[in-house]
């Protein structure tokens, strides 16, 4: 929506928090409050599914994934074309909420590489290319992207960076459209 209403860019660049913060989100090392916050966090995510049309089904996941197939694979859409970025991310959302995408299988994953690429006409992009990303580059991309995040003060997801100043979290939205109004960046 931004990129639409405003002359900017937007980089995406995947953040694997559940690694950095195991006391939330490894379900043996939970205390009260992390409870309570994975309840919170998934009360907002109905929340913010339930204001789109139509309305996003939302299950929480049966198990903790590790999500670096999925997120290589968002970079190596996301290099290929935009198109094929957006229905990467939009296929994976909504198929891992409904608990119908095991994100750590390759095989699934090279699936949805192939359906976005054909959905998209994109003929630089398929399995074995995929493949060679995974184990090869790819997981060295995400290290360096975290690493990034990290120097950067981030500490979860959505971040936003307007020039050097951070906003985090949907609720920051408008401060983030505030700011590129100073700087006249609308369309």
């Known amino acids: ?21 195991p006391e939330i989100f490894q379900p ?8 309570a916050k994975i309840r919170y966090f998934y009360k907002d995510v109905r929340r913010f599914a339930n204001e789109r049309s139509p309305p996003v089904i939302i299950k929480g996941p049966l198990k903790l994934f590790d999500s670096t197939c999925a997120n290589v694979g968002g970079l190596y859409c ?36 192939d359906t976005v690429a054909d959905h998209c006409n994109v003929s630089n992009a398929g399995r074995q290319s995929f493949l060679e ?19 950067m003060d981030v500490f979860g997801v959505p971040t936003i960076f307007v020039e050097q100043e951070m906003y985090f979290g949907n609720d920051r939205m408008h401060f983030v459209e505030k700011h590129l109004k100073e700087l006249g960046l609308q369309k």
Request: glycine share 2%; charged share 35%; aromatic share 14%.
């Open 133 to 151: 990303y995974l184990h090869g580059q790819g997981p060295q991309d995400i290290l360096e992207i975290e690493k990034r995040a990290d120097s």
């Open 78 to 113: 996301r290099d290929r074309s935009q198109d094929m970025f957006k229905a990467y991310v939009d296929y994976v959302f909504e198929k891992i909420f409904l608990r119908e995408l095991d994100i750590e299988d390759e095989n699934v994953m090279c699936n949805v590489i």
């Open 28 to 35: 043996s090392m939970r205390n009260d409050v992390a409870w």
């Open 1 to 21: 929506r931004l990129q639409r209403q405003y002359n900017i860019s937007v980089e995406f660049l995947p953040y694997d928090f559940s690694r950095r913060q």
